[in-house]
């Protein structure tokens, strides 16, 4: 009998968080090439990962208790606030 074990979200969401708690405090010499080995193709993975939240059409999933989508959530945070 399997234990059980977090669900895929959860593990999502907590890998998310550890990328951002990592890229926040991860500091980065403008003066110089900073070659952090661990980001090649990062870019690629990252577009990924996005393009696939829209083809599946995830975006129009509700995220939170006011009923704004995924798609709604992120772009506000790159709509200029007036």
């Known amino acids: ?12 969401k907590k890998s998310l968080y550890y990328i951002t708690s990592y890229i926040k405090h991860k500091s980065i010499n403008y003066t110089k090439a900073n ?5 090649n193709g ?8 996005i393009l696939t939240i829209y083809k599946s059409e995830w975006d129009v999933l509700v ?3 006011d009923n704004r989508t995924f798609r709604q959530q992120v772009a506000s945070k790159f709509m200029p606030k007036i």
């Open 35 to 39: 070659n952090i080995l661990d980001f």
């Open 63 to 65: 995220t939170n208790k």
């Open 42 to 49: 990062i870019d690629e993975v990252a577009w990924n990962f």
């Open 1 to 12: 009998m399997l234990k059980h074990l977090p669900s895929d979200s959860k593990n999502i």
